[in-house]
């Protein structure tokens, strides 16, 4: 499986960024799709994740974040409003093997990663 982000830059306080995740490889629906965020000097941490049944969001990004895929471009997207200084930091995007009706939080499960992007909120 290969993974391939895009869609990072600057944007200000309140404003918008989508990031997009280009998944190859394997067939796509097998898999559960994870975004996660690594801010300087901190660990990497959930952002969100879907799967089959369920969709799940980190409590800082509730209501602000919407993550979706297209199976048939094989792409998962992270639309990102309202956003913070906070929000700065590498995103990548993960995927899991959809082996669990529940999607994961824990980087330690999630199978293949991609390379990041960055995402710079000016306050």
């Known amino acids: 499986v290969q993974l391939q982000a895009s869609g990072g830059g600057l944007a200000q306080t309140g404003g918008s960024l989508r990031l997009a995740c280009a998944f190859s490889?394997?067939?796509?629906?097998?898999?559960?799709m994870g975004w996660f965020r690594q801010a300087p000097g901190k660990e990497r941490e959930f952002v969100a994740g879907?799967?089959?049944?369920?969709?799940s969001y980190a409590d800082s990004v509730k209501g602000r974040f919407t993550i979706s895929r297209d199976n048939a471009k094989k792409t998962v997207y992270l639309q990102m409003n309202s956003l913070k200084p906070e929000d700065t930091a590498v995103y990548y995007c993960?995927?899991?093997?959809?082996?669990?009706?529940?999607?994961?939080?824990?980087?330690?499960?999630?199978?293949?990663w991609g390379q990041g992007t960055q995402v710079t909120v000016s306050s």
């Open positions: 993960a995927a899991k093997w959809a082996r669990a009706v529940t999607v994961s939080i824990l980087t330690e499960e999630y199978d293949y």
């Open positions: 490889g394997r067939t796509f629906s097998n898999y559960d």
């Open positions: 879907l799967g089959h049944y369920q969709t």
